[in-house]
């Protein structure tokens, strides 16, 4: 339950700290005294969306803070919840806060003092609090919400169900992904073969080597320069051991005259003769180069169309590598994917009849599990239909019969083929029809309240907005008596401007405007035994006090307290 709540510079409050307590919390106030922005001051709290009007005219900031402490019956709800978020419940409490700047709009939210997203506060704050505005009568003709909240009373049962439909469906659309991709529509699968066989084809027939295009990307840049090559490879070759000029050696023959004069020497003079044996090597090494430049201007004149061949191999290269992902690696794994993929479609029968049997195997899954989700539906829609009936008649609508009509699609969704409608007939003999076409303001408050009366929620803290809206009299007695008997297990807190209500109240605040230093205020009050017999008078007799309202609102209150003290 709430605890502690610290509104800051929230429209017209510019501060206040309430403090709430177990039970029936009731806020009452003159109209336009600013009852409101409690209320948007929580739904700011819980993450719901506002925007800088909510902040107080010359303020920089709007914020709000919020303990919770949280009692054993909804404590192992609300840590599995917070902790699906990441976040843990520090000894049964839990903090949140959210602030937004005037100047950007922007808003900053923790939870325990820690950072977190509007989105993950929103979510943490579903595991806390309902809140029931002016406005969220309008959930009850949502054939959606009618769905959730009959699901809801259905229990574990059911959210098991729906956990196990969800994964069936996603089986189901994988498997069916996989079947048309093996049969595909009309003649799409044998266009797909034949495009498959034309890419695998055109990689096959390049027989693409690994380190090919390198070792002829190398010999092309030679052969590009093959004039210039063979010009001075023959200009080596004739210097080294070829024809120079008449009367003129070359590099060879002189070489050798020079290991004939050498060898001469060494006779003579032995100790040359290392010189000699120097010189008769660089004769052979001269004489093996020699031959290797012969051999090397043999290769350039063998074949003067070799460049164009490269030419075009590099260009086959060059396309596969562009078509089928850049570069050589790319190209195999194609060629690889592209085998697996027609042995695939072209031995596929056997694969097609096992797809199609597991596609029938979990259409009977499914159809049997969205039954067996009828079934409980149907149940608890008996039951709760029968608790609402009996509630809306100890609220004033004593010949309304409430049911749940439930229809089934042709279709599937994670909810399963159910389509939920509540139904109401407020008056014997009248036919049924849907909420939303027959319910009034005041029928919507009392069937809101009676749903929440039998729904097992476990939710700790529920809030109403003028739940009162559109009853007055007796009606309003029984309203009040439906409010103290949910308080019992939860927390509320209502605003209302019905004594009826204020008098059950367990904690009772006064919502007034005044001006300070040339300002408008609103402030939050919490009123002791007297105070809350006056603003009982006041809620009964208007404006005007007199010692007869408050003899009345002082028995009013005494009979109330009286009630509230019976057995539960």
């Not at 027939?205 to 010999?219: I, N, Q, R």
């Not at 070759?237 to 004939?260: E, H, R």
């Not at 100890?394 to 009509?405: R, V």
């Amino acid at each position: 339950m709430i605890t502690s709540l610290r509104i800051k510079n929230v429209a017209l409050i510019e501060e206040a700290e309430v403090s709430f307590a177990a039970g029936l919390n009731v806020l009452s106030g003159e109209t336009g005294a600013g009852k409101s922005i409690v209320v948007d001051s929580i739904n700011f709290l819980l993450g719901g969306r506002t925007s800088r009007d909510l902040i107080r005219a010359g303020a920089d900031f709007a914020s709000v803070e919020g303990i919770m402490d949280i009692a054993a019956p909804f404590y192992e709800f609300v840590k599995e919840g917070l902790f699906s978020l990441g976040i843990e419940l520090e000894e049964g409490q839990i903090m949140l806060a959210r602030t937004m700047q005037t100047d950007t709009g922007k808003s900053s939210c923790k939870i325990n003092g820690r950072t977190v997203t509007v989105g993950v506060l929103k979510q943490a704050a579903e595991f806390l609090i309902e809140l029931h505005g002016q406005h969220e009568h309008q959930n009850l003709l949502d054939p959606i919400k009618q769905l959730q909240m009959l699901d809801q009373f259905c229990g574990d049962n059911l959210t098991a169900q729906k956990s196990t439909l969800e994964s069936l469906l996603v089986n189901y659309k994988e498997t069916n992904k996989a079947l048309k991709a093996l049969t595909g529509t009309g003649n799409q699968r044998e266009e797909q073969i034949e495009i498959w066989k034309f890419q695998l084809e055109e990689i096959e027939s390049a027989a693409l080597k690994e380190g090919e295009e390198d070792t002829l990307t190398a010999k092309r840049n030679r052969l590009s320069g093959l004039e210039k090559l063979s010009k001075n490879t023959s200009g080596v070759v004739s210097l080294l051991c070829g024809f120079i000029a008449p009367g003129q050696q070359n590099a060879v023959d002189q070489t050798a005259k020079a290991v004939s004069h050498s060898a001469e020497i060494s006779r003579l003079d032995p100790s040359q003769e290392g010189l000699h044996l120097s010189l008769v090597d660089i004769q052979a090494q001269l004489s093996e180069i020699s031959q290797d430049f012969k051999d090397y201007l043999d290769e350039l004149d063998a074949d003067p169309h070799e460049l164009e061949k490269i030419e075009a191999r590099l260009d086959t290269i060059y396309k596969l590598k562009k078509k089928y992902g850049g570069s050589f690696e790319a190209v195999l794994k194609k060629q690889q994917e592209l085998t697996a993929k027609l042995d695939s479609l072209e031995n596929s029968e056997e694969e097609i009849r096992r797809l199609k049997q597991m596609l029938k195997g979990i259409s009977k899954e499914i159809t049997s599990l969205c039954d067996d989700m009828n079934t409980l539906r149907t149940e608890g829609a008996a039951k709760i239909s029968d608790a609402i009936t009996e509630n809306l008649r100890d609220l004033g609508m004593q010949n309304a019969k409430f049911f749940i009509e439930i229809n089934r699609k042709t279709s599937f969704s994670p909810q399963g083929n159910d389509e939920v409608e509540f139904m109401i007939s407020p008056n014997p003999g009248e036919p049924a029809k849907p909420l939303r076409k027959t319910a009034s303001g005041g029928e919507m408050s009392r069937i809101m309240l009676a749903i929440k009366t039998i729904m097992t929620d476990r939710i700790s803290t529920v809030i109403f907005d003028e739940v009162d809206t559109g009853v007055s009299g007796r009606t309003a007695q029984q309203v009040a008596e439906k409010l103290m008997r949910v308080s019992r297990t939860r927390q509320i807190l209502c605003i209302t401007h019905l004594p009826q209500i204020a008098a059950m109240a367990d904690t009772h605040f006064l919502i007034e405007k005044t001006a300070q230093n040339n300002r408008t205020v609103t402030n939050v009050t919490p009123l002791p035994q007297e105070e809350m017999i006056s603003e009982l008078a006041r809620l009964t007799g208007g404006a005007k006090i007199t010692s007869a309202t408050l003899q009345a609102a002082r028995e009013m209150k005494s009979q109330t307290d009286a009630m509230k003290e019976q057995p539960k």
